[in-house]
């Protein structure tokens, strides 16, 4: 019984009391507030899909840590084909979806974790290994959904951690007990902290020695006692929230800053504690899955892009405008080129000491930046495309109104034989694909800034190599200057 | 008495009386209404400015149709100085409201029809221009604020305005009376409808013999019977609304459908009516205008968007960063060579027969082609320096709430020294500035689309010149292939 | 004895007598021209690496045609393995020789042949995969290179082939013979046609019925009569014809143009003729797996420019600007979006009916759009990091000059440490991969232009599913407007 | 007799002798030298057209100095006209020849020279100025050419001028005599140092305390005893010494590194020595001129670049592709968006206390960082309009070629009504545009680093300011964090 329906998946979320607000007010039912519906409605694509006879091939696979059929979301790969597999349900939720679905910054935590305990535990005999195995198999065996808790807040990005006048702006542990630690601090921008039933928390960034009590990762209900979900604003964010003018008509995003207001986590589900040295590995191993998981997801919501603009081109009229034709092409190789780049990262990856494969993390991150520049770019041409009324549509309630919804179902009647309806819901989604802040702004920011992703390639690639396939064409020894 | 203080415009604002509705529901005083004010005060600050005294020689004038001064936006421009002022009224506006301020469009269609009605004038006998110079002087002598009406809404754009199944699609002449025409049709992406007297409408494209009834130009109260605007939907509309997290905390824009449903304009208010070859020359001076218009103010945009950004790392303690003082520059170098272009395009301008300055179209089509390139990834740099907290911040809200309050400010301080609120209400203003729609999409279809811009620059440009230059260089006939 | 050492490669060139003209004069000795003999050495390579230690894995493969060991060069993939590995022997080369190796466009001829005469057969039952395969039994016993003969020179562009005044504008059939026919017309763009031993001819694009004559595919050894090499310019061309400031030392490119004045070429080595309907097939599937090749050598060439710029920042001393390893980043990831989008394309890719297996074309051709327009961006940024000393190097021979060889050696000196000479060489070959037209122009152009791989993407990415999934998320049914 | 014709400037440059040197032999007349000669018709273009009935008014102003006409190349601007006109003749020039003119350093020079030497005069009593301007007289008077020599071969760049091993790396003092001065060092990228009758010395950076000896600016003939022009490679320099397939058939670009070894120059012709803190205004004012003139002078070049895809389309016959349309509007608007800032700079100008006008230097640097970044685009887009024989058209020998030429030009016919040589003269034209080295790199490296011009703008731009606005808007403090 390892798989849940998307039905379950809701119900299990309604046992869950979470601690959370929203605009200044307590939310008391998570899965009926609307905007946070919108975001559990994707999160539970991933498990309509598992359920789906034409994709369950692709998102099931056979454990072999609990011998059942699972979703591949708590899947730590095995193969080359799991690495594969995880961009392709990338884009295929996406593509479902229209946004974020959610569910991948767990997974990526679970395969960072899978790798790095277990290099930690050579290090140190410790047996950080089986407790997050075990953990996994607790969120297979129940088919549960992760949540990544990596980006602290940070305070003065001039100081480390340990330099902060308030040490809680990193997460770090406060007290050891017999039972557990105590833990306190602040995650931000927790996409889908609300969908999910376990929050696994990493550390943000490169430790040094001294700094052990930030040299934490460990996961834990998303409802246990002293986490504080403070579900933010999106630009997009009242849509939802008042049913209308939604765009994406099912499916949105929200990312809560989450705080650990003295948070216990029972040995069991501490994954690391004090070993400074491994911190940086967890992070980037983290950061390269959560960039190539980006291409896969990336792509699927440029098709949705291209999608909308070829319905706009129907919808206006403008088919014979060769130049809408050159704009959609331009999003399209920009999906292909981030999807390809993202694909080459699983194919050339490799497994690890603990049996977990690792992708490439060259590919990965060099998809990132091409992301990070490419959609903005994308949204800007379906812009372009689409028109005007992108900025200014009338609302879903003028139509409406029985005094004007017919002078403007008249006046936005677009190409013969489109309804003015259809015309008019497709602006809208053409909205919420360029201008939902949430979604939009994982473009740049997820997974970590651009800068540290090209930190990353600079410090991954083999540099001297390249120094000295020049020196050898230009003539001059290969091994100096 | 020419000049209205800002005070005095608001209130002279009070006494109109326009039909106007937002998400289906009638909004009475439109003064009032939190959304629409955010715009007011928007164009409220150019008679702010014509007051103040660092700015007042630059926006005030001595008009030669009234011998008085005048705020500029109601002065055709008369010399190459004029030109010049326009460009620097809007950027020192925009960097003042960091919107836009909604006041240009009614200039820009007053220059344009003091152009081409001369010229309609000389080729018919009509009297169009007499008409144009008097409402002109009106909009002096009581310093009244007008607004552009050239978008129609267009239906099915595979078919010219004659051929459209609903011709209204096109605004049009449906009876001619004796003391007046009566109108119907809408015009779409009305900036500033609401914070306007007086609608000046233009057609929207070049028409051809048998379309005269949609060759039409006038200019009428906006709160003349028969006339509804309908307020749509942008990306933060209902920040203003509920008066929390606006991000920029004065200043708004939107833009209304203004649908004309029968209106009657008196003869005196009818400023070309069937000459269909002069359609054209209308709408593209009006661009060009226009086009020349958002060069300075997007420049002033780009302002807004460097010193948030420069804020941004001062709050964040990211001084060191050097990759983010390259994105500074970045933006920096795009809001200069915009500016730049846009002040060419005016001292590069003509006199033209009926003595109002015209701007060297090239130079603004190049202008706004360059803006609608470049403002995106200006956006995307600035989010890039300023972090994710963009998509996600929590609201005004959950800081006054006692529980979290403090929770939340504690987490959100950045820098030594520098107030969380600050910190807070500057990632409102980066989001603001980056995620709002209406704004940001006029970067790309303001002043009408990319592709028209496109056209102009190559229907304007001497071709055959560098044609000939290149086949001198390289030594064949100048003349023939 | 399936493969040639390197020697033996240029020593059976020796044996080839083909008429050449370079500059307006017979060339008798193509291998002792040194502009050739660049190109030569460049395609060397690619049997110098099949007996180098460390590459040889990756560049030989066991024949299942012949039973013995080949090289990849003339082995149509039967597996994943075998597209990848394309990419890969690419890569490798490129960035050996630091330009063009030529040897892969005969074998994406040979892998576009290999799929679609299989398919012509099975239509027609004519006998032409047997031909192909047969001709590549040959090449691989002899470990001959081949060379596509694609580009027709095309005459007035706005008219087909049979409309062209003079029909010769497209290579075609002139007469069939018992024994063979009479092709006549001109190839362009045929680079490295003089290190090859094979030519083989396939048509340059879509054909109609009453087309026949031009829908022909053929092989023939390069040194047939009839056949004319005219090696046209590059910019740097005199460089190794006079054999100093070659930058480049070892290797360069070249690219005749390729007259075919009345060739015989008999039965046997006839592929394809009159069968129209499958020449686009044929085009395209060779540009496909072109732009795959490009994929992989493209990022060995960026690898190449990565290397020289390090170097130049070792050697100018520019180690502490940040801004220049920015740059660099910027180089780096390109190479590495490009080979992924590659790599991926070979991943993705599906056996044909024939056996071979084909490429993923969507994929192919975005990595070439990518290719087309990040390369230069690329050579404008090593430019950047290098110097201006790119522009106007003083020459080898001015360092030779006893009176100032000593004064510009003096004023070249960089870094401590660095030789002058290295650093004067370093220089040299950053003008040569930035300048050299032959190789940077096919960024652009090569595997056919940017419009065709535009179309291409177009055309084969399933644009109504994008749709459908568009109108799903705007909540419109999503099999109509 | 101010002015020269431009039969009379080439005679002018066979009186004088310097000592040159060009792929290490001695060139004894330079005027006959092919490639210096093509070089020295462009800057006799400016000759030329100061005759030339149309742009005589353009080129020709009355000297303040000596009350006669002179050309404006060596005319200080006295007013935003003058500015003005300084965009315009580079601009008319670059469209007449196609590359650089080469007289714009000289100018620049000059300009730079009457500015910043009155204020050294103001501080120090000295009498640069006096000097300065007798110079500029002397100048007017016989309408010479002056040559800017600037920046330095720099040596180590991780070390200041006196940290150097060698100090020779930068030019510095090495005796002072009565009668004058002796200087030694090196300037590389002298453009037109040999079609110059002048050679204006300035330093290359800011200087500190202690680096007295390198703060030095004069004048000095080019033919000096101890000058050495040693005139480098350049990627088509060939094609001018051997007098066919030139491309530009008339005119080109050459840039010689000049040694200066041990120089004598007279008092007379110092105009500045060891005032270190002005040597960083000189360099700037220098550059910031030089910006400016390149604003102009690549919108020239653009336009022969538009023209020549122009022609190619006509000669090709790809007048129906849309695509190329737009690649064609891609060129112009970067053209004129880079005129336009360039004019905007001249126009925002402002008068120094010397009594010069000198341009804005924040637009002048924008301009030049959109040039560095735009200008391998539109060659990009060139080249692709054009076609792939930029990179390997036949020799005109070929053509020539009693046996071949006949064919090539039957397989070179492009469009009908075109003469095949025609096309093939416009391929060479492109191919000079896109490929020629010595001008090409000067749009990134050009008047100083792109990263030169990156801190010049930061720093010229109100940063303050805009941080300012931000907070206001904001609704913070201004004053404050």
């Known amino acids: 019984m390892a798989l849940k329906t998307k039905n379950e998946y809701i119900e299990s979320l309604r046992s869950l009391n979470p601690t959370v607000y929203m605009f200044g007010k307590r939310v008391k039912d998570v899965v009926e507030n609307p905007r946070i519906r919108a975001g559990i409605e994707a999160t539970g694509a991933t498990y309509e899909l598992a359920e789906h006879p034409e994709h369950r091939n692709l998102f099931v696979t056979l454990s072999p840590l609990i011998h059942e059929p699972i979703n591949r979301f708590n899947h730590p790969p095995r193969s080359i084909e799991d690495l594969v ?60 959904t992760g949540n990544a808790g990596v980006t602290d807040v940070k305070g003065d990005r001039s ?54 009590e930030f040299a934490v990762a460990f996961a834990i209900p998303s409802d246990a006692k002293g986490i504080i979900h403070v579900v933010g604003r999106s630009s997009l964010d009242t849509r939802e929230l008042e049913g209308y003018d939604c765009g994406n008509v099912n499916y949105s995003k929200y990312a809560p800053t989450v705080i650990f207001d003295n948070v216990f ?106 992301e990070g520049k490419e959609m903005a770019e994308a949204a800007r041409l379906m812009i372009d495309v689409a028109g005007g009324f992108v900025a200014d549509l009338p609302s879903d309630r003028d139509f409406d109104n029985p005094e004007i919804g017919p002078l403007i179902k ?3 009647k677009g190409a013969a034989g489109v309804p003015s309806e259809h015309r008019i819901k497709m602006f809208r989604l053409v909205e919420k694909l360029a201008m939902e802040s949430a979604d ?31 020196r050898r064409l230009a003539g001059i020894p290969e091994d100096k200057p």
């Open 85 to 144: 597999a995880r961009v392709k349900i990338n884009r295929t939720l996406a593509r479902m979806v229209g946004t974020c679905h959610q569910r991948c910054t767990g997974m990526d935590c679970m395969c960072a974790l899978s790798i790095v305990t277990f290099n930690v535990d050579q290090k140190y005999g410790t047996k950080y290994h089986d407790r997050v195995m075990e953990f996994i198999r607790y969120m297979q065996k129940n088919d549960l």
């Open 159 to 212: 100081l480390s951690p340990k330099e902060q006048p308030d040490k809680d702006a990193y997460l770090h542990v406060v007290e050891k007990r017999d039972d557990g630690i105590i833990v306190r601090g602040a995650k931000a921008h927790q996409t889908g902290s609300l969908s999910s039933h376990e929050l696994i928390i990493l550390p943000t960034r490169a430790l040094r020695k001294s700094e052990e």
């Open 265 to 370: 986590v029972p040995w069991d589900r501490v994954f690391m504690l004090g070993e400074v040295e491994f911190a940086v590995d967890l992070v980037s191993r983290f950061s390269a899955f959560h960039r190539q998981s980006h291409g896969g997801c990336k792509a699927g919501k440029l098709d949705c892009m291209v999608g909308a603009a070829l319905n706009m081109i129907d919808f206006n009229g403008t088919q014979n405008a060769n130049h809408l034709k050159e704009k959609i092409i331009d999003i399209l190789y920009r999906s292909e080129t981030l999807y390809g780049c993202s694909l080459a990262a699983s194919y050339e990856g490799k497994q690890e000491p603990s049996g977990t494969y690792f992708i490439n993390p060259v590919l990965a991150n060099a998809s990132k930046i091409h």
């Open 410 to 412: 008249k006046y936005l």
């Open 440 to 470: 939009t702004i994982s473009d740049i920011h997820g997974g970590g800034s651009p800068a540290a992703h090209r930190m990353t390639i600079l410090r991954e690639s083999d540099l001297e190599a390249r120094k000295k396939a020049a």
